[in-house]
Nanobody
Framework: QLQLVESGGGLVHPGGSLRLSCAAS????????MRWYRQAPGKQRELVAA???GGTTNYVDRFTISRDNAKNTVYLEMNRLKLEDTAVYYC????????????????WGQGTQVTVSS
């Protein structure tokens, strides 16, 4: 079955940096788009970055999304982290799987905790 596996979360001091990774595996024909969301306790899930063949959008200026197509992996470089960046970060991807007929679906990773604390 297709999976999105995230890594790179952890504890960091304010002003520090982290790089999140999300690797997709399975019967992948193509990845049409990949996104990063975050959700802090008691708050709605928020889109923070998106990448597709046409370009990228970073909704937080200190964050940069990128991808390695050969590895089916998307990254989120997070710099100058602030306390308010603390959240569970989720990878999301629109993926077309191998097979006949319409098979494009949206998939989610399990989430990785990012905690910014002094």
């Amino acid at each position: 079955q297709l999976q999105l596996v995230e890594s790179g979360g952890g504890l960091v001091h304010p002003g520090g940096s982290l790089r999140l990774s999300c690797a997709a595996s399975g019967s992948i024909f193509s990845i049409n788009a990949m996104r990063w969301y975050r959700q802090a306790p008691g708050k709605q899930r928020e889109l923070v970055a998106a990448i597709r063949s046409g370009g990228t959008t970073n909704y937080v200026d200190r964050f940069t999304i990128s991808r390695d197509n050969a590895k089916n992996t998307v990254y989120l470089e997070m710099n100058r982290l602030k306390l308010e960046d603390t959240a569970v970060y989720y990878c999301n991807a629109d993926i077309t799987t191998v097979g006949a007929g319409p098979n494009r679906r949206s998939y989610w990773g399990q989430g990785t905790q990012v905690t910014v604390s002094s």
